[in-house]
């Protein structure tokens, strides 16, 4: 008689029974769920899961930059650090709204992007954040507090 591995074959009756999510939903029993019936709630993610959702998104966030910005691979690397940061945490269409401060980056007027930048609602809701970010895009230069 055959007898199937556990895993593998577990691995197959979950993704059958389960189905797959890529969003969260909620449960039968009210719990936040993602993937192939993963409780978050209940479970959460590894630290290995978080790192790989994060490089995936950098990922993601460095092609929408390179396709929102003019001539992005002139910019240098501080700089785009710097973008792809601010379109993190804005999304791609958060940004897209920060029209002023993209033009005076696509013309490389660093002083007026900072200035447009550090005068918007997103500077004043995350102060510290923003202004270690318009550092960045002022100088080019790393800001201490990141350790790079």
Known sequence: MFKPKPLPALVTTLK????????PYKCPAGKLT???GRN????GITIAEAELMLR??????????????KKWDEIDPYRQVAIANMIYQLGA?????FATTRKHIDNRNWEAAYASANAS???KQTPRRAARVTYMLLTGKPHEEYNL
């Open 93 to 97: 269409e958060g940004f897209r709204k």
């Open 56 to 69: 995936n998104d950098c990922d993601w966030v460095l092609q929408s930059a390179k396709a929102m910005m």
């Open 121 to 123: 609602l997103w500077a």
């Open 16 to 23: 059958y029974d389960e189905g797959l999510s890529l969003s």
């Open 40 to 43: 978050l709630e209940a479970n």
């Open 34 to 36: 993602i993937g192939y």
